[in-house]
Nanobody
């Protein structure tokens, strides 16, 4: 399995910011589509953003305008989260897939590699 290691989670007050990182070993941005997902207790896993090999993005409406995605070198993906809300509280996961790297999909079943997750907690 492809190692994906997330970091950067933590606790923040509503309105605050966090930046998550995902280091992908063995999967470059030109060879994989990568995405961020989140899952709150009792809820289904939700796709936040996908970035394709050609740097196309697709965002979930719930975070559009508040979160941004970026990457540096060829293996580190970032999720900048601003104006955080209590509803953003969840475990956040990085995912990657080397198939159909042009495909902007936020369906979790379309990703074969997953990180272990990093917890984000937003309080009032």
């Amino acid at each position: 399995p492809l190692p994906l290691v997330e970091s950067g989670g933590g606790s923040v007050q509503s309105g605050g910011s966090l930046r998550l990182s995902c280091v992908a070993s063995g999967c470059t941005f030109s060879s994989c589509r990568m995405a961020w997902f989140r899952q709150a207790p009792g809820k289904e896993r939700e796709g936040i953003v996908v970035i394709t090999a050609s740097a196309g993005t697709l965002w979930a409406d719930s975070v559009k305008g508040r979160f941004t995605i970026s990457r540096d070198n060829d293996k580190t993906l970032y999720l900048q989260m601003n104006s955080l809300k209590v509803d953003d509280t969840a475990m956040y996961y990085c995912a990657a897939d080397p198939r159909n790297t042009w495909w902007s999909t936020l369906r979790p079943e379309e990703y074969v590699y997953w990180g272990q997750g990093t917890q984000v907690t937003v309080s009032t």
